[in-house]
C-alpha cells in the first residue's frame, strides 16, 4: 500500500493529504491492472463503471469508423486520469476505445464511490469530487482545442495551430511533442507522407526548426 501512495500523484487527489491516502483508498476500493503496448483496455460499447488513472506509460483514446479509420483524440499519460467522461453517463457506455500506446500500470476506482460520501463521511470525499469536477472540465478543454485544430482546412494550418498550443503551454518557442510522425499525423487527422513533407516545407520556409519531436518556431 505505501509503494502504491508513492506512485500515486494524481490531480484527482490534489490537496489530500498522504497520510488520508491510505484509508481513502480502502474506503473507496480500487485494483490495480498492467497492460502492454497495444493491448485494449476498453472497447467501444462496453460499460464503464471505473475510472483509471494511469500510474505508468499511456493509453489512448482512439475512435474508429465504420470502414477502420482510427482517429486517437487525447493521450492520457503518466499520473492523469481516463473513463471518467462515461463512468459518469447516463449509461455508462464508452463510445470510444482505449488502447495502450505505451506499457501500462493502471490503477482503477469505481466512479460512483468515488463521487458519494460513504456513510462515514470522509472528509476527503468532498475533495474528490471538487477534483473530479476540475479534471472532467480541463479534459473538455483539451477536447475543444483538438476540434480547433483539427478543424483547420489545410496541413499546414492544422500544424501551425497544434505547434502553436504546445508551445503556449509549454511557454517556450523551443518544445516537445509528445506524438511521433505516426502519432501526430492521427492526432491531426492526416496522411503521414502528406504530414512529414509538409513539415519539410515548412522548414524550408523558416517557419519552424525540428529533430524528431523536438521543436522551435522561429
Known amino acids: 500500500m505505501l509503494e502504491l501512495i508513492r506512485e500515486i500523484n494524481s490531480p484527482l487527489f490534489a490537496g489530500i493529504k498522504p497520510e488520508d491516502m491510505k484509508p481513502m483508498l480502502q474506503c473507496i476500493g480500487y ?61 455508462n457506455l464508452a463510445v470510444v476505445t482505449f488502447v495502450v500506446s505505451e506499457d501500462a500500470k493502471v ?26 469536477v476540475k479534471v472532467i472540465a480541463n479534459k473538455n478543454r483539451d477536447l475543444m482545442q483538438k476540434v480547433d485544430v483539427v478543424s483547420k482546412r489545410t496541413i499546414r494550418e492544422k500544424l501551425l495551430a497544434y505547434l502553436s498550443i504546445q508551445a503556449q503551454q509549454q511557454n517556450s518557442r523551443y518544445f516537445e511533442i509528445p506524438f511521433g510522425r505516426v502519432e501526430l499525423a492521427e492526432y491531426l487527422c492526416v496522411d503521414r507522407s502528406a504530414l512529414t513533407r509538409e513539415l519539410a516545407k515548412m522548414k524550408e520556409e523558416g517557419l519552424v526548426d525540428y529533430h524528431k519531436n523536438c521543436f522551435r518556431i522561429l
Open 31 to 91: 485494483h490495480l491492472n498492467q497492460y502492454s503496448k497495444g493491448e485494449v483496455i476498453a472497447f467501444e460499447g462496453d460499460n464503464l463503471k471505473h475510472i483509471g488513472i494511469v500510474l505508468s506509460g499511456s493509453v489512448d483514446m482512439v475512435k474508429e469508423d465504420l470502414w477502420g479509420n482510427k482517429t486517437m483524440l487525447i493521450r492520457t499519460r503518466k499520473h492523469e486520469m481516463f473513463g471518467e467522461t462515461f463512468a459518469c453517463g447516463n449509461d
Open 107 to 132: 490503477l482503477f476506482m469505481p466512479f460512483s464511490r468515488v463521487m458519494h460520501s460513504c456513510t462515514m463521511a470522509c472528509e476527503f470525499h468532498h475533495r474528490l469530487i471538487e477534483n473530479m
